[in-house]
């Protein structure tokens, strides 16, 4: 679990030494299109963009937020890593 913890405060360095907070945040996801609705029921559908795959299997997805903090990107980050095949770009 220190290893889990690890990663999540590098991540938030990393993000502290980039954005002056509160800032706009692109968040930037690929996901099964069965899955979207289990997306916006975690975290809304506020500065939301979504574009289908030409087949229709994946949508990709930007979601852009004002976030406060880089304690409030990991956790939103955490959040959607619950659903089950989402890719993180």
Known sequence: MSND?????GM????DNQYDWPAI??????????KINELKQLVGDEG??????SK???ISLTINRTMNSSL??????????VIEG???L
């Not at 692109?26 to 299109?33: M, P, Q, Y």
């Not at 939301?48 to 795959?53: A, D, F, V």
């Not at 409030?72 to 890593?81: D, G």
Request: charged share 30%.
């Open 48 to 53: 939301l963009t979504m574009k289908m795959s």
């Open 72 to 81: 409030e990107v990991v956790e939103f980050y955490e959040k959607v890593y």
């Open 56 to 58: 229709g299997k994946y």
């Open 12 to 15: 938030m360095q990393l993000l």
């Open 25 to 34: 945040y692109n968040f930037k996801f690929v996901v099964l299109a069965t």
């Open 86 to 88: 989402i890719i993180t």
């Open 5 to 9: 913890k690890e990663k999540r405060e």
